[in-house]
Nanobody, 121 residues
Framework: QVQLVESGGGLVQPGGSLRLSCTAS????????MGWYRQAPGMERELVAA???????YYADSVKGRFTISRDNAKNTAYLQMNGLKPEETAVYYC???????????????WGEGTLVTVSS
């Protein structure tokens, strides 16, 4: 199995920055893609950013130019650098990974437990 552990959440003032980390561990053969989602109270979970094994990235329109996703393949870790945070971006941020595990013929998607980001003065 695969475990995803997020870190880096916390309280930040509007306009501030945070860097989230997500590390995957377990019986990993290959990580195809990693992504960050967020879910605000009463809202659906939404994709914020994603990065595939080749390095291509995707960003939601609302975060383009402010958020940067990156990945350290050697450490099975993805990062989300968030700048210019807004109060409406207060949410639980979840890490997601599409992984091929050792001995399995196909990939599966795994989720972390989430890390809370609060943007408030």
């Amino acid at each position: 199995q695969v475990q995803l552990v997020e870190s880096g959440g916390g309280l930040v003032q509007p306009g501030g920055s945070l860097r989230l980390s997500c590390t995957a561990s377990g019986s990993i053969f290959r990580i195809n893609a990693m992504g960050w989602y967020r879910q605000a109270p009463g809202m659906e979970r939404e994709l914020v950013a994603a990065i595939i094994s080749g390095g291509s990235t995707y960003y939601a329109d609302s975060v383009k130019g402010r958020f940067t996703i990156s990945r350290d393949n050697a450490k099975n870790t993805a990062y989300l650098q968030m700048n210019g945070l807004k109060p409406e971006e207060t949410a639980v941020y979840y890490c997601n990974a599409n992984v091929v595990t050792i001995g399995m013929p196909s990939d599966m998607t795994y989720w972390g437990e989430g890390t809370l980001v609060t943007v408030s003065s």
